[in-house]
């Protein structure tokens, strides 16, 4: 993994900083971008060592970044903060010069969850995606992106990095290899998902394509299909669903195709009697997160889980009020 170029005073410091980050098996990308903003302003500023760096320069730095939302900024104040406690620990300073305090953040985002029936209508709408000249079987490929994103919740890159040796069709099984935290991991498939993706293989490669050529791919040469052109692509057909959605409901992200994964998987454990708190170790492994903290971020309450829930505390809860 490359570590990103430095040029400021700090660049050796930032150097280490990021490897010891990645030595603890994280990728540490957004972060280390975030450093590398903060390198290109202090050396764009000749500042050029630690004492130099104070609050002032710290905060001239933040409003460096006018255009960033509250969830943003704070994401990039606690980047730079964290260095600089990791420096005071190694003794490179002795203050840490971020004083400024978190945005508050005003009214979390509720997202919007598709249903089976909606997402088999963007599936619809992706397949009549007409091929370009360096885009052959462009509305096949689109199609069987979503409903992976959708049936198995995986992440957008997962399904951008999959090889053809990654799908084990006599297991129904997917590889996902060297994702987010640097693990990877055993994705079962359904048998409809799996003969959707060898129905998908034999559209598009007839033959028995090698093992380390891209799963979704125009060119070969040019590697998997890219995230942001799979994240344009979502938003180009989503407003052609005419989707209702709901005051406070943000509107659709390719994100939320993963999200609408995790909560069905909830609500049908409810409907099936599962008690979830059992089950969200599982959902956390099986999403690729560390624990199921990370996955509670997921389990969005619905109207439908509510419903469920309340009807799941009638059948526990004693019959006749308190006794």
Not at 2 to 21: C, E, G, I
Not at 196 to 223: C, H, I, Q, W
Not at 276 to 284: G, I, T, V, W
Request: with cysteine.
């Amino acid at each position: 993994m490359n570590t990103p170029f430095f040029q400021s005073f700090l660049a050796p410091y930032l150097h280490q900083f990021v490897q010891y980050k990645r030595a603890l098996n994280r990728k540490y990308l957004n972060d280390a971008h975030t450093l590398r903003l903060l390198d290109r302003y202090l050396y764009n500023h000749n500042i050029a060592d630690w004492h130099a760096v104070d609050s002032a320069v710290v905060d001239d730095f933040l409003a460096s970044r006018p255009a960033v939302g509250p969830r943003r900024y704070n994401l990039i104040l606690y980047a730079v903060r964290r260095f600089f406690a990791f420096a005071i620990m190694q003794q490179w300073t002795r203050r840490n010069p971020v004083t400024a305090s978190p945005r508050r953040i005003t009214g979390s985002r509720i997202p919007y969850l598709f249903d089976l029936d909606t997402a088999r209508r963007l599936m619809a709408e992706a397949r009549k995606l007409p091929e370009r000249s360096r885009a052959p079987y462009r509305g096949l490929v689109y199609e069987t992106i979503f409903a992976l994103l959708y049936g198995l919740g995986l992440r957008v890159g997962e399904v951008s990095r999959l090889k053809m040796g990654d799908a084990d069709f006599t297991r129904n099984l997917l590889f996902i290899r060297e994702t987010k935290f640097a693990k990877s991991r055993y994705v079962p498939m359904g048998p409809r998902l799996t003969q959707r993706l060898k129905d998908y293989v034999a559209e598009r490669y007839g033959s028995t394509p090698t093992s380390d050529l891209p799963m979704f791919t125009f060119n070969s040469k040019r590697g998997g299909v890219d995230e942001g052109t799979i994240s344009i692509t979502f938003h180009a057909l989503w407003p052609k669903l005419e989707l209702h959605i709901p005051p406070g409901v943000s509107p659709p992200r390719l994100h939320d195709l993963r999200h609408s994964f995790a909560v069905a998987t909830l609500l049908r454990w409810y409907r099936e009697g599962i008690d979830p708190n059992c089950r969200l170790m599982h959902l956390a492994t099986f999403l690729g997160h560390v624990d199921p903290t990370s996955t509670s971020v997921y389990l969005t309450i619905t109207e439908e889980l509510l419903n469920q829930a309340a009807q799941r505390f009638q059948v526990l809860a004693p019959k006749g009020g308190a006794q």
